[in-house]
């Protein structure tokens, strides 16, 4: 069996990390990086961190629209493709990276397989939804994280193919727990554990506007507790662009530190009293590490996390974000949401069934 594995961004790396190795015990693995993230911090870091093979082909996409992101990456696969001819070619997720890898299995008539399939928010605005919706439609092979996935999958008359495996980013979560828990964690930063909210944002929605920014700086500025926020590069970029870095950074109870790695970031998860986000991952993670969750949006694809009673949507507005940390609580029990930490051992047979079968 051969498999080209496709990546780019960060959440690609986490959850190649399980895939990859369970990929190399069972049949050859071809690791393609697209460069959509090529700043250290977001790629080599996690590469090192998580033991992720070093990649075979890198298209070194790098800066740019993502329409011209997309345009290179196609480029750089289409040869890659027709020269390798994989047996099967997998995407992650929801980005750049994964559209292009979709586009480029379907023209090349190469089967496609999505880990990370089926999950909608229903807002054909946000890029992620547009990239998700697309690779499901041109997908062969549907690996769902849950079931809601598989019911979203059926509504829009996708049956075949689809299959419930479980989450990788848990598989990725369990793999990596004992590592995390020895990192140096929240003291480093001056911060009780227990005592401190972790902060993401890096969406379109929330930075592509400078009036968007203001109102991120503005939910910085609202919250009660010491906050830590590790700065997405795009963000940065973004508030620097606006004027409004020195302003962020101005704030009393806000860090801004530079993006950490996944054990760190793993390991302040855990210790925080709640996270407050805009990312689609950290918010499946709050869950997984049992941490209230507050996203910083009006809608979201993991809607499980905000059933179970450990996510609440608030959109980027102050006042509902402090009143949702205010009744921040853990939920006394808490359902199994994803899966058993196999999915990449089931990802796998079903891989090697599918080729065995062609
Ligand atoms: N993450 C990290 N360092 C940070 C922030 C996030 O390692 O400073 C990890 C996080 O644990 C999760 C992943 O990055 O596994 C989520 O990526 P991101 O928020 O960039 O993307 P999304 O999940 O929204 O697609």
């Known amino acids: 069996m051969l498999v080209m594995s496709l990546v780019g961004n960060r ?11 369970a990929l190399r015990r069972r049949g050859t ?4 990086h697209s460069g959509q993230h090529y700043d250290p911090e977001l790629a080599d870091l996690f590469f ?5 093979p070093e990649p075979d082909h890198a298209l070194g996409v ?5 329409l011209g992101q997309l345009a290179a990456m196609l480029t750089g696969l289409e040869a890659l493709v027709a020269d390798i001819r994989p047996d099967v070619l997998l995407v992650y997720g929801d980005t750049t990276t994964t559209l292009a890898g979709a586009l480029c299995a379907a023209k090349s008539g190469v089967p496609l397989a999505h880990v990370e399939a089926g999950l909608r928010s229903f807002d054909r605005t946000m890029p992620e939804e547009q990239n998700r919706v697309t690779t499901d439609h041109l997908s062969e092979l549907l690996f769902c994280p849950t079931p809601v996935a598989v019911e979203n999958l059926a509504r829009e008359g996708i049956t075949g193919g689809v299959h419930m495996t479980g989450d990788v980013m848990f598989d990725a979560a369990l793999l990596f727990a004992d590592a995390a828990a020895h990192r140096a964690g929240a003291e480093q930063y001056g911060l009780t554990p227990g005592a401190f909210i972790l902060v993401t944002a890096h969406r379109a929605a929330a930075t592509d506007s400078p009036e968007a920014l ?5 939910v910085l500025a609202a919250l009660p507790e010491p906050a830590l926020f590790p700065v997405h590069p795009r963000t940065r970029a973004k508030l620097e662009a606006a004027g409004l870095w020195g302003a962020a950074n101005a704030l009393p109870r806000v860090q801004l530190v530079p993006p950490v790695g996944y054990l760190d970031f793993t390991r302040l998860l855990t210790q925080a009293r709640a ?13 997984l590490h049992r941490v209230p969750c507050v996203t910083l949006r009006n809608t979201t694809e993991w809607t499980e996390t905000v059933a179970s009673g450990f996510n609440t949507l608030t959109g980027m507005d102050p006042a509902k974000v402090t009143a949702a940390l205010a009744g921040a609580a853990i939920p006394d029990s ?20 599918f080729v065995a079968a062609r």
């Open 11 to 21: 959440p690609q790396f986490v959850k190649a990390a399980p895939l990859s190795r």
């Open 29 to 32: 693995e071809i690791l393609v």
């Open 48 to 52: 090192d961190e998580l033991a992720i």
């Open 62 to 66: 790098g800066q740019g629209t993502p």
């Open 214 to 218: 203001a109102a991120l700086v503005d």
């Open 275 to 287: 996270v407050v986000t805009d990312s689609g991952g950290v918010q499946k993670e709050a869950c």
């Open 334 to 353: 808490a359902p199994d949401l994803y899966g058993d930490g196999q999915a990449a051992e089931r990802i796998v047979d079903l891989l090697v069934r």
